[in-house]
């Protein structure tokens, strides 16, 4: 069996990439992302790899050709920000399904699985446990909802009209694994919660929403559903989640030492809405909505059918978790990114036990590095804040791309910094990410809010100059390579890659200066 899996980046797809990749029934799998993930690194390494936006109208034509000579589709592709770009989450979300539906249906793929949520359903005021008969009208102050229902309704209107296709679709409860620790604490939580403290420290009380309760699930545990749905060739709606209901005890005693405060969720909503707007919060007051609204789900129909059982508890799906946002892990794709970058390669870096030679000014190359530190720092901001306020644009995934890279390239020169018995910059670093933040309120002749098309070119500029600057960092840095204690090949990759992402901005950058005057 060939399967083609759509969205295979993020914190479901590296699963079920996982999961494949150990099924004697798959001979092939093919990833579908917007953004490549590091192809040589487990387990995006197993499978051959095509960009596609499915957010866009012509991206039908790619998704057919993909799919010719598929035997099945797992389409997890699902955009949950930037929350104020409703319309770009619409295109994604419930245009992009209709398109993947309609691709795979014009390729002859037989079977397909699709991933809904929990969300989807129409909210409820107990905890009678709901099977999959239960309406899904979604919860109307959530966008997240909203566009779950719309989807659904798109996949019972895909079914009756195409019998020939095994269609199914998953409606699963929280979805957790280790290296989406970071990935979810930028989705929800934010850069300002200190989850990194949660491996020395247990909060003593744990604030939550007075009768929350919740079901959740292992992302191998749901992996697990994806494949046997399509090699099964199911039909219809599967609920999946682990049976373990957690309610606000069993969470406070999880994350803190076992007390909570509980809160009444219509005092939340507006603390919420207050974060969300100040930017201090990614989650807006929609998700809260919905995770008090959600039912509780009966599994037995995945049991039943799928042959199918959670393998980890909620409980201990939820200390995965936290164990993961402590650390900050991650994987090797731009959705699953670490907190810190990608984790420095440990053959680049110098031995151990290496020394500064006497021959060398620390001090100087300790402020040499720093500054480098720094401008990575300043770079990886812009950039990265360039590609989210282009996320509905054909160039997004080219900074996206840029991004990684100096992320990647900021976590080896820590790593180098480190290894050569210096400290990381101070309070340098910091000043530098507030300065930063605060050279993008210029407005480029546009009023608060509204973007201008000159801002994408001036910042290309920006990111042009620093590139060029970083490039002649790494020359020095080569030829200095034996007091470095590294592999002056270490940095041939490095210039490479630098005149690669100048390539790229000024691909970025011909794009902006087309449309930058425009009324």
Not at 214 to 240: K, L, S
Request: proline share 7%; hydrophobic share 45%; with cysteine.
């Amino acid at each position: 069996m060939r399967v083609a899996v759509v969205g295979a980046t993020g914190n479901v797809g590296t699963a079920v990439l996982r999961e494949l990749g150990r099924r004697e029934e798959v001979d092939a799998v093919l990833g579908l992302a917007r953004r490549l993930p590091d192809t040589d690194a487990d387990p995006y390494a197993a499978a051959s790899w095509r960009t596609v936006d499915i957010g866009r109208e012509e991206s039908t034509e790619t998704l057919v050709d993909a799919f010719t000579g598929v035997d099945a589709v797992v389409h997890l592709a699902w955009l949950i920000q930037p929350n104020s770009k409703r319309d770009l989450l619409r295109r994604v979300n419930v245009d992009g399904t209709a398109r993947v539906l309609a691709a795979a249906a014009e390729a002859g793929v037989e079977r397909i699985c699709v991933a809904s949520s929990i969300g989807a359903y129409s909210p409820v005021d107990d905890d009678e446990p709901r099977d999959e008969s239960w309406p899904v009208e979604g919860v109307r102050s959530s966008h997240y909802s909203v566009d779950k229902a719309a989807q659904e309704r798109l996949l019972s209107e895909f079914a009756a009209t195409h019998p020939e296709v095994a269609l199914s679709w998953l409606r699963p409860g929280l979805i957790f694994q280790e290296d989406a620790g970071a990935e979810i604490q930028r989705y929800f939580a934010g850069t300002w919660v200190p989850v990194q403290l949660l491996d020395r420290v247990r909060p003593p009380f744990v604030p939550l929403p007075a009768g929350v309760r919740t079901q959740v699930a292992h992302a191998d545990d749901v992996a697990r559903a994806y494949a046997e749905a399509i090699v099964r060739g199911a039909r219809g709606p599967f609920n999946i989640c682990s049976d373990e209901v957690l309610d606000a005890e069993a969470i406070a005693g999880i994350v803190g030492t076992g007390r909570t405060v509980p809160l009444p969720p219509a005092a939340i909503r507006p603390f919420l809405t207050a974060a969300h707007r100040a930017r201090v919060l990614p989650m807006d007051a929609g998700w809260l909505d919905m995770a008090m609204g959600a039912p509780l789900l009966d599994t037995g129909r995945a049991k039943r059918e799928l042959g199918w059982e959670a393998r980890v508890s909620g409980s201990d799906a939820l200390r995965i978790l936290l164990d993961g946002m402590a650390e900050g892990r991650g994987a090797s794709s731009t959705p699953m990114r670490p907190r810190t970058g990608a984790p420095a390669d440990p053959t680049a870096l110098p031995p151990e036990d290496h020394v500064v030679p006497e021959t060398v000014d620390a001090t100087l190359l300790r402020q040499y590095l720093s500054d480098h530190i720094l401008g990575a720092t300043g770079g990886m901001d812009r950039i990265t804040a360039m590609a989210e306020e282009c996320a509905d644009t054909p160039v997004f995934a080219d900074l996206s791309t840029v991004a990684e890279a100096i992320r990647q390239e900021h976590a080896f020169l820590t790593a180098l910094t480190e290894r050569q018995g210096f400290l990381a910059p101070g309070v340098s670093a910091p000043l530098a990410r507030v300065g930063e933040k605060l050279a993008r309120f210029k407005p480029y002749g546009r009023p608060p809010g509204k973007r201008s098309p000159s801002s994408l070119l001036l910042e290309t500029e920006f990111m042009l100059m620093a590139v060029t600057g970083k490039e002649h960092g790494w020359l020095t840095m080569r030829e200095h390579a034996a007091e470095l204690g590294v592999a002056p090949e270490v940095f041939d990759g490095l210039l490479e890659d630098a005149r690669e992402q100048k390539r790229i901005l000024g691909d970025v950058h011909a794009y902006a200066r087309a449309r930058v005057f425009r009324t």
